[in-house]
């Protein structure tokens, strides 16, 4: 038993390098998958930054008067929100259907399992790219300009992090038990309402107030909503965030070691 778990640690953590290695490859067949989607189109992905963005302005023009927040103060606090709570999804929720989608390439072409994980990730951070600049010019409207805080670039690439360390085990308990994908949907949904991105925290008082205090979306959504913003996340941010992502390591790499093997039969 030892040798084997052994045996299959190894190949695991060669799953993982290998699928790094590939970087030219699932870069390259990412960038294909964002020009063939949007083919004949003139603004390409802008088209799902204009959603993004057109959603984030109406919820900043409702909930922002509901919640008696100016439209200044209101729009770059949700619109931001938004952009990272939209990356998250395409990430960990969509990404839970990469083995499914991917079935057919699994079975035919001998890829790191790891390599579908990174080429998702790379088509989601394409697009986010487009929001961020859709998200930039509405910033400079505005306010005038826009002040990013150093810290946006550790920040985006630990939540980055968070989110692709969590879609691994997620898709391999997805590929197994189909229910899970709409599950973790619905959780998703939900989560959305939860998490402070078109409220602010003190708007929940007493004991509602752990819904924010115990809420590690919403620690995640700051590291990358505060340095949009010209702030600074907390020490605490950063700290949920690290251990997010550690989590998430953990538990994805122990699901590579046991399931990778049976991936290509479930999908």
Sequence with gaps: MSFS????????LADMAAGVRHAQ???YLALQDIVGRYRRTILGPFWVAGTTLATGTALAIVYGGLFGMPVREAMPYILSGIVAWTYFTALVIDGSSVFMAAAGSMKTVSLPVTWHIWRHAAVSTIVMAHNLVGLFVILFLIL?????????IPGIILFSAACISWSLPLALIASRYRDVAYLI??????AFFLTPIF??????QGGRAAIVDYNPMFYLINIVRQPLLGMMPTPTD???AIGIVLSGLLVGFAGLVFFRRRVVYWV
């Design 185 to 190: 949907g619905y959780v998703g949904q939900v």
């Design 25 to 27: 490859l699932w870069g």
């Design 199 to 204: 409220w602010k925290p003190e708007n929940l």
């Design 144 to 152: 005038g300009g826009i002040y990013v805080n150093w810290t946006f």
């Design 238 to 240: 950063w700290l949920w």
């Design 5 to 12: 778990l052994s045996k299959q640690t190894s190949l695991a």
